[in-house]
Structure formats: structure tokens, C-alpha cells
């Protein structure tokens, strides 16, 4: 199989407020499209996370403090759907994977949460990824907000090229960490954001990982809520970039911020057929 779809519709019903409208939406969009064929591309329905992968993860405290929250139960579900993506990734089931989520997880340290975040989902996975014998990953960031979770996961972890772009205005490299923060400022358009997408994908190409994965935020839209003044028509040529930088080398989306229902009607089923390998942009 070319792609795996993991979704959930509890996702749309439970997600987080801002976050979850998009979801069902956006779902119905890439099934009218035509792209899940049940053979190249097919869905599959997400397990919450196992908790003591998520303990593991999280500290103690953490996890305390999370038992009362309302999103505990579909922050699990969205770590379980990007735990299961990457399974079917890791094992060679799939080529690639998009893995539907309700709340995000890049703003989700090992001891507090913020912005629609309560359990790293990426982090968790590689928890996971690691136990089945894979060591390296490559993550690209391309939601506007700073992954500052995921690295505090990953930002001494020599084994993970962190990738993180963000609306700040300075591009920092950090290589002995594999740490590259990529400020192209609040206004960055399709045109400047794909050049410095460009740039570091050819850096990363150095770097020995098993599996990549894309926290892909479309709030970095124009008419959605964060920064970055992209349009839709960036996601599916961002895509064919990072498919041709990373080679035959497993890819896993992991849906992170974006409220608005008609970027993400377009924007989803955009990155899907990418992958499929269906659509030239
Ligand atoms: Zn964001």
C-alpha cells in the first residue's frame, strides 16, 4: 500500500475546540476525491496510545496533572493514531502515512503542555519506533508555532535531526544537536517558505535516519490562524520536495494546527494524493 489514512471521528466530535471542526470536513473531502481506493490508499481506525508508553514519555507530574483534563481521552486517541501510522510505516505495510489527530503535540514537553497540546504524539511513537529497532528520524516542523515540545524531547538527542519552522525572524543551526530553527518571519509566502524548505532538506539529506515524520500544521495558511502567509497550492509541492529529499526512507504526516474547514478540505486530500503519487502541483 502507498498510503494509510488513520482517522477516528471522534476526532471531529472531541478534538480540541479550535482544532476539531476541520476534521470531518476535510475527512469527507479526500473520500469524495476519489484517493482511498482500499488498495493504494486505505483507512484505517486508530487505538488509544497504550498509557504506559505515554508514562513513559511524560513525567509523573505531567501525567497528574492531565488526569482531570477534558482532551485527556482524545489526546491518547491522537497519540495512538500516530503511534499506529508509523507502525504500518515502520513495518512496511505502508510507504507513507497521514495519521489524523483531535488535539496536537509539538507544544507538549516531557512536563508540561501548552497550545492545544497535552501528550507528544511524535515522541511517544518514537518510543515505540525504537523498541522495533529503528535509532534516527528526521522531524520537519512546518507548523508557523515553535516545536518547542518536541524539542525538549529531542534537542540533545543526536539521533533526531529536528527541523522547525517557525515564524520568528532568525534561521539558527545547531549541528553538533541536529537542531535547525527556521525563522522565514510571519509574512513568509509559498515562494520563500519552499526556498528554505529547499535548502535544509538538502542538509538533512546527510543525515542517517529510518523514518521521517511532518508535524503539518495548515495554520500556517493565510486565511487560517497562524503564521505564515502561505495558500493552498504550497502543501502538495512541499510534499513532492520532501518525498524527493527523503527517497525511499518511510514518511509520516502527523496533523498539528489549522482551523479553518476550507484549507483543510483542500489542503488534506492535497498532501494525501501527493503521497499517492497521483497529483503533479
Ligand atoms: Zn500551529
Same mark, same amino acid.
Given at each position: 500500500?502507498?498510503?494509510?489514512v488513520?482517522?477516528? +471521528? !471522534?476526532?471531529? *466530535? =472531541?478534538? #480540541?475546540?479550535?482544532?476539531? @471542526?476541520?476534521?470531518?470536513?476535510?475527512?469527507?473531502?479526500?473520500? $469524495?476525491?476519489?484517493?482511498?481506493?482500499?488498495?493504494?490508499?486505505?483507512?484505517?481506525?486508530?487505538?488509544?496510545?497504550p498509557?504506559?508508553?505515554?508514562e513513559?514519555?511524560?513525567?509523573?507530574?505531567?501525567?497528574?496533572?492531565?488526569?482531570?483534563?477534558?482532551?485527556?481521552?482524545?489526546?491518547i486517541?491522537s497519540?495512538g493514531?500516530?503511534?499506529?501510522a508509523a507502525?504500518?510505516?515502520?513495518?512496511?505495510?505502508?510507504?507513507?502515512?497521514?495519521?489524523?489527530?483531535?488535539?496536537?503535540?509539538?507544544?507538549?514537553?516531557?512536563?508540561?503542555?501548552?497550545?492545544?497540546?497535552?501528550?507528544?504524539?511524535?515522541?511517544?511513537?518514537?518510543?515505540?519506533?525504537?523498541?522495533?529497532?529503528?535509532?534516527?528520524?528526521?522531524?520537519?516542523?512546518?507548523?508557523?508555532?515553535? +516545536? !518547542?515540545?518536541? *524539542? =525538549?524531547? #529531542?534537542?540533545?538527542?543526536? @539521533?533526531?535531526?529536528?527541523?522547525?519552522?517557525?515564524?520568528?525572524? $532568525?534561521?539558527?543551526?545547531?549541528?553538533?544537536?541536529?537542531?535547525?530553527?527556521?525563522?522565514?518571519g510571519?509574512?513568509?509566502?509559498?515562494?520563500?517558505?519552499?526556498?528554505?524548505?529547499?535548502?535544509?532538506?538538502?542538509?538533512?539529506?546527510?543525515?542517517?535516519?529510518q523514518?521521517?515524520?511532518?508535524?503539518?500544521?495548515?495554520?500556517?495558511?493565510?486565511?487560517?490562524?497562524?503564521?505564515?502567509?502561505?495558500?493552498?497550492?504550497?502543501?502538495?509541492?512541499?510534499t513532492?520536495?520532501?518525498?524527493?529529499?527523503?527517497?525511499?526512507?518511510?514518511l509520516?504526516?502527523?496533523?498539528?494546527?489549522?482551523?479553518?474547514?476550507?484549507?483543510?478540505?483542500?489542503?488534506?486530500?492535497?498532501?494525501?494524493?501527493?503521497?499517492?503519487?497521483?497529483?503533479?502541483p
Amino acid at each position: 500500500m502507498k498510503v494509510a489514512v488513520v482517522y477516528h +471521528g !471522534d476526532f471531529g *466530535r =472531541d478534538g #480540541f475546540s479550535v482544532l476539531k @471542526d476541520r476534521i470531518r470536513p476535510s475527512y469527507e473531502s479526500l473520500i $469524495e476525491s476519489g484517493i482511498v481506493d482500499g488498495v493504494d490508499v486505505q483507512v484505517f481506525g486508530p487505538k488509544p496510545a497504550p498509557l504506559e508508553l505515554v508514562e513513559r514519555a511524560h513525567t509523573p507530574q505531567h501525567m497528574d496533572n492531565m488526569l482531570q483534563d477534558p482532551y485527556r481521552e482524545v489526546a491518547i486517541l491522537s497519540a495512538g493514531s500516530v503511534l499506529l501510522a508509523a507502525e504500518l510505516v515502520a513495518t512496511g505495510a505502508a510507504e507513507s502515512a497521514f495519521a489524523y489527530t483531535g488535539t496536537a503535540g509539538h507544544h507538549a514537553s516531557r512536563g508540561s503542555c501548552w497550545g492545544f497540546c497535552y501528550f507528544n504524539d511524535v515522541a511517544i511513537t518514537i518510543l515505540r519506533l525504537r523498541e522495533m529497532g529503528l535509532s534516527r528520524f528526521l522531524i520537519i516542523d512546518v507548523d508557523p508555532h515553535f +516545536g !518547542d515540545g518536541t *524539542r =525538549d524531547f #529531542f534537542g540533545r538527542d543526536p @539521533d533526531v535531526f529536528h527541523i522547525n519552522f517557525h515564524t520568528g525572524s $532568525e534561521i539558527k543551526h545547531d549541528p553538533l544537536m541536529n537542531n535547525y530553527d527556521m525563522g522565514i518571519g510571519f509574512d513568509a509566502d509559498d515562494q520563500k517558505f519552499l526556498k528554505e524548505l529547499a535548502s535544509i532538506l538538502e542538509l538533512a539529506k546527510d543525515f542517517d535516519f529510518q523514518l521521517c515524520f511532518v508535524i503539518f500544521g495548515h495554520d500556517s495558511h493565510r486565511d487560517d490562524y497562524g503564521g505564515f502567509n502561505l495558500t493552498e497550492k504550497v502543501y502538495p509541492k512541499m510534499t513532492r520536495m520532501i518525498l524527493e529529499a527523503i527517497q525511499d526512507k518511510g514518511l509520516v504526516f502527523v496533523l498539528s494546527g489549522g482551523s479553518n474547514v476550507q484549507v483543510a478540505k483542500e489542503a488534506i486530500p492535497g498532501v494525501i494524493s501527493m503521497l499517492a503519487g497521483r497529483r503533479s502541483p
